[in-house]
């Protein structure tokens, strides 16, 4: 199967994404074909919600919207030209995480990408969007049909490509030693201010702390403020997320976390759908965002740089994340900063 009958067949996906969250396309060819889809999709988008609460119909619409516009035959041109097809495809087992919508699709387009075939061990968290991102591909032509297999396990892979927490990294480095992997553990982001940030920058801000209720990697969880720094400006420009608070979940987290603080006497900063808490640590809990003050922005670089194995993005003026985009990768963005088509491409 050739690596351009592949790129219509995701440029299709992802076309169809931009019909359903933005009713346009960037030519109509397919316009009856996603128009038959539309209404049985949509009826799979609540049923995710219902299967995983987490999954709103506005995180979700999110993150489709977010596919249709970086799937481009440019964008996927531009991307794969530096990297080769094979003629050989191997068996490439993908492990899923569920914490976000569709957080395993990277690595299902990279396999395919690379001319390997994708056997596909989805989350219990997100198996409808997955699911349904899987049968639509398959159905585009009957030699991706071959190329993209759903298993409950792993069986007998060449190599494989594992998300999961930290307990279960431990045990996929043990299963898998014997073949080449990528192991994804726990990571989580943070941003750094500099006491200059206008109010929309820190309007931004909110987008990548309370995007996907804070669940993704690319989430912040900590802020670095420099000594002296008026808290009250940050939740001020958060104030437009409080609806939040009106999620079960989301809210029962809230709730608990702020009931342990105060049975325990810590001190805390409350907005009533966001706690702002002063700690060293990196991860924080739903509901809470960890803070640090500095005095030296030279320490806070070092520190960083101690901990870049536990740091998927630094949001920040001057800093490699601009704030309001960690929810809005691009195709070359990859996780943990393996290229997972360099791994691919030297199997």
């Given at each position: 199967m050739s690596i351009s009958t592949r790129i219509s067949a995701i440029y299709d996906l992802g076309q169809f994404f931009k019909f359903i969250t933005e009713?346009?396309?960037?030519?109509k060819n397919n316009l009856a074909k996603y128009k038959y889809f539309k209404e049985d999709f949509l009826a799979k988008l609540k049923l995710a919600e219902l299967q995983n609460p987490w999954f709103t119909q506005e995180n979700l619409k999110f993150c489709l919207a977010q596919w249709g516009k970086i799937l481009t035959i440019e964008n996927l041109e531009k991307w794969l030209k530096s990297?080769?097809?094979?003629?050989?495809?191997?068996?490439?087992g993908i492990v899923m995480?569920?914490?976000?919508?569709?957080v395993g699709f990277h690595d299902l387009v990279t396999v395919l990408f690379s001319g390997n075939h994708a056997m596909v061990k989805t989350s219990s968290k997100d198996q409808v969007l997955m699911e349904f991102v899987l049968n639509y591909l398959k159905e585009f032509d009957d030699d991706l049909n071959d190329s993209i297999q759903k298993v409950e396990r792993l069986g007998k892979v060449d190599a494989v490509i594992a998300t999961g927490s930290n307990n279960t990294a431990r045990y996929f480095e043990y299963y898998?030693?014997?073949?080449p992997h990528i192991i994804r553990k726990n990571r989580t982001s943070v941003a750094v201010l500099n006491g200059n940030e206008s109010e929309e920058e820190l309007k931004k801000l909110?987008?990548?702390?309370?995007?996907?209720?804070?669940?993704g990697c690319r989430n912040v969880t900590k802020l670095y403020l420099p000594e002296g720094y008026n808290t009250d400006l940050i939740f001020e420009a958060f104030y437009d997320w409080n609806p939040i608070i009106n999620h079960t979940k989301y809210a029962n987290n809230y709730d608990y976390n702020r009931a342990?603080?105060?049975m325990e006497q810590q001190a805390f900063l409350d907005n009533?759908?966001?706690?702002?808490?002063?700690?060293k640590e990196l991860h924080s809990p739903i509901g809470v965002v960890h803070f640090e003050y500095y005095q030296n922005l030279d320490e806070v670089k070092k520190e960083l740089e101690s901990h870049q194995e536990k740091i998927q993005c630094v949001v920040g003026n001057g800093f490699e994340i601009p704030f309001g985009q960690t929810q809005k990768p691009s195709l070359t963005?990859?996780?943990?900063?393996?290229?997972?088509?360099?791994?691919?491409?030297?199997?």
């Open positions: 009713n346009e396309l960037d030519n990297y080769p097809y094979t003629e050989n495809p191997k068996n490439i995480a569920g914490n976000i919508p569709l898998f030693k014997e073949i909110g987008e990548d702390i309370f995007r996907y209720f804070g669940l342990i603080y105060l009533n759908f966001l706690m702002l808490k002063a700690s963005d990859y996780a943990d900063g393996v290229d997972t088509m360099e791994f691919l491409g030297n199997i």
